[in-house]
């Protein structure tokens, strides 16, 4: 990673070969016009007289000179000093932090048609991504309870050779190709190497006022776009319910370390059968202006995973979704 510090030295080389450079001309020029003037047989004296009285004058001249920019110099390394001892601590508290971390599985369960968010991720405005406090800054996530939704409800696309994974709005099988080529436009053409899997059919959210909507896809046949939800309000919620708890302690904040937990229940059993802790570490450390970024739109995490969609893949495990038509 490139630091401020970094940046400091390279501007003071630069400077140092573009001093030496301007000396080595300035000299050049003075043997000229000596030579020039100087009687024969005594260029080489006067050379000699001249290049240490033109060395002087040019570096006291340039001392003078460069007197601010030296004081500029040393309060820029002052100021990236601190802003590495600001850092190393942040990273303590980090490193603290993420021996809590990771997952607690205690029970898993199979055909799960739909599942209900006790809670979701709060929508957040553009500037929320620069407030130390933000709570969607463990995987940089600000988006509207739709879209949330919709990272549960997709299908999923799993390659047996590579770790990576996509989302898809649509079935993205080979019995789907006419839905595929009315949607999108073109059929999805998986390979040998990929496998697709259902996504929830249903999300149970709850809202403010202790209600419940269920989110889902219109059936493919019914379908007019990709994007489109039908929602509508609902008596019992399903069994299965995930919990979205940002941790949000001011003291850590401060070193710019969020962290975020999930918890999955049994709701009719009123029983956690897993949980999963996540922690982030701000890099830019409140100084996104000076690389014209988000502040948190780089950071160090542990688990290692940076992307909303883990949460959907730590679910996935626990209250797997049921496969087939």
């Known amino acids: 990673m ?166 898809q709005s649509v079935d993205p099988r080979p019995s789907a190709r006419e839905t595929q080529i009315r949607l999108w436009g073109h059929p999805t053409n998986m390979t040998e190497y990929q496998r697709a899997y259902r996504g929830y059919r249903y999300i149970d959210v709850k809202q403010k006022d202790k209600r419940f909507l269920r989110y889902r896809f219109p059936d493919d046949k019914d379908r007019k776009d990709i994007d489109t939800l039908l929602v509508q309000p609902i008596e019992r919620p399903s069994r299965y319910a995930l919990e979205y708890k940002p941790i949000v302690d001011p003291e850590d904040r401060k070193h710019w370390v969020a962290g975020l937990t999930v918890n999955i229940y049994d709701l009719q059993t009123n029983t956690l059968m897993a949980t999963k802790t996540w922690y982030a570490l701000n890099l830019i450390q409140g100084h996104g202006r000076a690389y014209q970024t988000d502040e948190w739109s780089k950071v160090e995490a542990c688990p290692n995973e940076k992307s909303i969609e883990y949460i959907r893949r730590f679910a996935n495990r626990i209250i797997q979704p049921k496969q087939g038509d």
């Open 2 to 167: 490139l630091t401020p510090q970094d940046i400091f030295q390279f501007i003071a080389y630069a400077t140092i070969a573009a001093a030496l450079a301007g000396l080595l001309i300035l000299l050049v020029i003075i043997w000229t016009v000596v030579s020039i003037f100087s009687r024969r047989g005594k260029r080489l004296r006067n050379n000699l007289i001249a290049t240490p009285l033109a060395l002087l004058a040019a570096f006291t001249w340039a001392y003078i000179a460069s007197s601010d920019d030296r004081a500029r110099q040393r309060e820029m390394q002052a100021k990236a000093e601190a802003r590495q001892k600001e850092y190393l601590a942040s990273k303590a508290i980090f490193e603290e932090r993420c021996k809590s971390a990771g997952e607690k599985i205690y029970q898993t369960v199979e055909n799960v048609e739909g599942i209900t968010f006790l809670t979701v991720p709060k929508e957040s405005p553009q500037g929320a991504r620069n407030d130390p406090m933000w709570e969607g800054a463990v995987f940089s996530w600000g988006e509207a309870e739709e879209e949330y939704v919709k990272k549960f409800l997709y299908w999923e696309i799993i390659y047996d050779d590579n770790p990576m994974r996509l989302l």
